[in-house]
């Protein structure tokens, strides 16, 4: 390695010396030879460039020629090293999506959730948010307990509203439907702006699946907010998907 080293050191200092110096050198050998053919080159492999020293044929005249090489060695390995750390980023995504969700599953008691919130609510991503608040729905025997501390959930709201542009359409409909759903069985504390910023996002979504936009509505007629702009666009949807609609999915629309 160390000879190496020694060498493209040599050699860059050659090619540079070279470089400066041959205008000046080859001007004095014009007068006492007639150089030909110089069949020497130097070879440096630089960032993207391929460059070539070459003294021609011409009489003493020194010629620095600048390739782009095909074999783009640099670029091609920053673009595995780019692919390795992308790699490697989207293990360790994966790797920390499943712990938050093993951990929220793994929850028992609405203490337990409650803690991991605490632990963890500023990692939570949309679809953590939504299978938190479905695992919340199916502690029935602890809801009762929110209403000793109605702003329990303001955390999770809270990151909903900051992560609200992540969220799809399934997302946008499981967490309206969970939050829905709690505060009709507690006293929790949902400010109204919170469904405005839902509602103003589920406006946008352009293609949904008929439970969501059943569970959607459900969501907002079951906290009583007033939404006509949500429903109209809904309605044209729902219109044109009918087919998709089942009995439990028909129900909720018709009730909201």
Not at 27 to 41: A, E, H
């Amino acid at each position: 390695t160390k000879s190496l080293f020694n060498f493209y050191s040599s050699t860059t200092a050659i090619m540079t010396i070279t470089r400066f110096l041959s205008p000046f050198l080859i001007k004095s050998y014009k007068q006492q030879y007639q150089i030909r053919t110089i069949g020497t080159f130097f070879h440096s492999i630089k960032g993207d460039n391929y460059y070539k020293i070459a003294v021609n044929d011409r009489i003493g005249e020194g010629i620095i020629q600048k390739y782009y090489t095909t074999r783009n060695y640099r670029k091609k390995q920053n673009q595995r090293e780019l692919e390795e750390n992308q790699n490697n980023f989207n293990n360790d995504k994966d790797s920390k999506n499943d712990i938050l969700l093993q951990g929220i599953s793994n929850s028992e008691t609405l203490n337990d959730l409650l803690h991991f919130q605490h632990q963890s609510i500023t990692e939570f991503q949309p679809f953590h948010i939504s299978s938190f608040l479905y695992k919340v729905t199916q502690l029935r025997k602890d809801l009762q307990s929110i209403n000793n501390d109605p702003k329990v959930f303001d955390p999770l709201l809270s990151r909903t509203i900051t992560t609200i542009k992540e969220f799809d359409a399934p997302s946008l409909a499981r967490t309206a439907h969970g939050i829905a759903k709690i505060s009709s069985q507690t006293k929790i504390s949902v400010d109204p702006s919170f469904w405005k910023v839902l509602e103003e996002e589920a406006v946008k979504v352009e293609l949904w699946e008929a439970r969501h936009m059943s569970r959607i509505l459900w969501a907002f007629a079951k906290v009583n907010y007033n939404s006509p702009e949500l429903f109209s666009s809904m309605a044209l949807k729902i219109m044109s998907n009918l087919d998709e609609f089942n009995s439990q999915d028909l129900a909720n629309t018709v009730w909201a």
